[in-house]
């Protein structure tokens, strides 16, 4: 069964460094979006690509957030620098062509920690 | 702001009783209502959704019922089995998804 990939899992980082997230949808997906789940609540939208343009953007923090996603395929999600209050899940998700915008596939995640 | 929030953080059921988790929403306008599942270590995974000009849905052993009226979204698992332990979390999609916070929910033996 095709699964959407991230790595790492787990993340340990001093504030202030930079971090790098990857994620692999599944094969075919255009859509492609990266959440943020703080610890108890549930995921929030931080950025959507439709294909390597994003189509929303207005909830990422710009100033130390950047995503790309170059070809069209995979996708870094980068934090530079980071702070404590970045400590979260980061998930990624992709949805196919002619399915709707609930039909969504989730990664296992990567847990960062911020020390 | 909109929120999609659910009642109860924790609920605790005995194995093979029938579960109910609740959530109440804000916004009248959204599309869809999803419920997702999400155990220890793992992304959200899709369980059931229902249309907003619907008000019940059925899928194997879950139900969602949806009550425009009050604005409140319920998900009920039949014979709730040990496997059934993790957070629920409901949905709307309006443009996008929102995610309330999370029920956990806990099967005893």
């Known amino acids: 069964e095709a699964e959407v990939a991230q790595s790492p899992r787990y993340k340990i980082t001093e504030k202030s460094q930079a971090v790098a997230f990857w994620c692999d949808p599944i094969s075919g997906h255009a859509t492609l979006y990266w959440y943020r789940q703080i610890l108890g609540q549930g995921p929030e939208l931080l950025v959507q690509f439709q294909d390597e343009s994003v189509v929303d953007d207005s909830q990422l923090p710009k100033d130390r957030f950047s995503a790309e996603r170059l070809k069209g395929v995979d996708s870094t999600l980068k934090i530079q620098p980071a702070e404590l209050g970045d400590s979260a899940m980061y998930l990624c998700a992709s949805r196919g062509p002619g399915l709707s915008y609930n039909e969504q596939f989730f990664g296992p995640g990567t847990r960062l920690t911020v020390l | 702001g909109e929120s999609v929030g659910l009642h109860l953080p924790t609920l605790s059921v005995q194995e093979g009783d029938n579960s109910i988790i609740n959530c109440a929403y804000s916004n009248s306008a959204s599309d869809y209502f999803i419920w997702y599942k999400q155990e220890s270590g793992k992304g959200p995974q899709f369980i059931i959704d229902i249309r907003s000009n619907m008000d019940k849905r059925q899928g194997q052993r879950v139900t969602v019922l949806l009550n425009k009226t009050v604005k409140h979204l319920s998900l009920q698992i039949a014979a709730t089995q040990p496997g059934d332990s993790a957070v629920y979390f409901c949905?709307?999609?309006?443009?996008?998804?929102?995610f309330g916070q999370g029920t956990t929910l806990q099967v005893k033996p």
């Open positions: 949905a709307e999609l309006s443009g996008k998804l929102i």
